[in-house]
């Protein structure tokens, strides 16, 4: 079974982690064990004891939970993807995650903010190739000037396939790709893995059956999220 924490999301400041933490903990109870968030949606630390507090009573082991995370789109550029799941880890205080998502086939500005806006209120993006999210980049390393965390400054190079060369993440994927989005990186040379899963959006009112074919013709898995449908009164 999985449980996802996606609707802590929508409205980060109206979920108190104490509620969260407390959501996490009856799930595993009642026997899930998947257990899907994301950097974005701001809780992963209440997640994080809730994981510690049943493993403290014998509940579950670390390796009796599946978890997934997503890389959010500031964190787009290589040098910074691998970067993105290390702060992830630092919350969660593991060791790895199963599963590490791109969260979107959206490149935002790196910086400080988390949702990067003009001064006329307009989302700053930034252009990111899609197989360079994926793959190392064998490219000459240059500062991130809109960067304020001091660590990141000095990381090389390092992008999707590598967080699983490193032990990071178990499996690497992506969330809300289209088919084209999805060829690209499979049509890419020197593809060292697979995207191992496409988590989409999928309810009876968007079945996303073409995709779903898709995706089997090339072993990989789908998996859906907001299975009742979205909030159409989210910001973003």
């Known amino acids: 079974m999985v449980f996802t924490i996606e609707d802590c999301k929508e409205d980060c400041h109206e ?7 407390e959501a996490v903990q009856v799930a595993i109870d009642v026997g899930y064990r998947h257990i899907d968030s994301a950097y974005s949606y701001l809780n992963e630390e209440a997640i994080r004891q809730a994981i510690r507090k049943k493993i403290a009573n014998g509940t579950v082991k670390r390796t009796d939970i599946f978890y997934t995370t997503k890389l959010w789109g500031t964190f787009s550029r290589p040098e910074l993807v691998q970067r993105g799941l290390e702060l992830s880890l630092q919350k969660l205080q593991l060791s790895y995650v199963n599963v590490y998502l791109i969260h979107y086939p959206v490149s935002l500005q790196p910086g400080k903010e988390f949702i990067p806006m003009d001064s006329q209120g307009k989302i700053i993006f930034n252009t990111v190739d899609l197989c360079s999210m994926w793959e190392r980049a064998d490219i000459n390393y240059l500062p991130l000037t809109g960067y304020t965390d001091d660590s990141s400054q000095h990381h090389p190079p390092q992008a999707m396939e590598k967080c699983k060369d490193t032990g990071l993440a178990k499996s690497i994927g992506v969330s809300n790709f289209n088919r084209r989005q999805l060829e690209m990186i499979l049509n890419k040379p020197g ?25 089997e013709s090339k072993d990989i ?3 859906g999220c907001a299975a009742l449908g979205s909030d159409p009164g989210k910001e973003w």
Do not use: I
């Open 221 to 223: 898995f789908m998996t």
């Open 15 to 21: 979920v108190a982690t104490s509620n969260v933490e």
């Open 191 to 215: 593809l060292k893995y697979k995207p191992f899963c496409n988590q989409v959006e999928c309810h009876p009112y968007l079945n996303q059956s073409k995709l779903l074919e898709y995706c």
